[in-house]
């Protein structure tokens, strides 16, 4: 069976709900790393309905800025999505883009 296209092959874009800060994650009790609603109370786990390789680079460009290497460039773009209200939206997770510093200073 061919695989689905990430988002039924639409474009997408994460919305306001999980920029600048309001996306929030942790691990749970093994080293994986879970999202939580940013619209429920509490910790709501956020289910990952799909996830896609958007970016994928031989060379990492930042490697030159700094002292330790990155052996790849990459970019994933995840679909998330809350079971207990219905929040639906994307976030991505990449190396060939802010990757140091305090947070704060950037924005
Ligand atoms: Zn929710």
């Known amino acids: 069976m061919a695989k689905t296209k990430f988002n039924k092959g639409k474009a997408y874009h994460g919305s306001d709900d999980v920029t600048e800060g309001k996306l929030k994650g942790e691990t749970c ?11 429920c109370e509490g910790k709501q786990i956020l289910r990952v309905l799909e996830y896609e390789v958007r970016v994928h680079k031989e060379e990492n460009e930042y490697n030159e800025f700094y ?41």
């Open 29 to 39: 009790l093994t080293d994986y790393f879970c999202f939580l609603c940013p619209k």
């Open 67 to 107: 002292e330790k290497k990155a052996t790849e460039g990459f970019t994933l773009a995840f679909h998330l999505h809350c079971e207990n209200c219905g929040f639906d939206d994307f976030t991505k997770i990449s190396n060939i883009g802010l990757q140091q510093g305090d947070i704060r200073e950037q924005q």
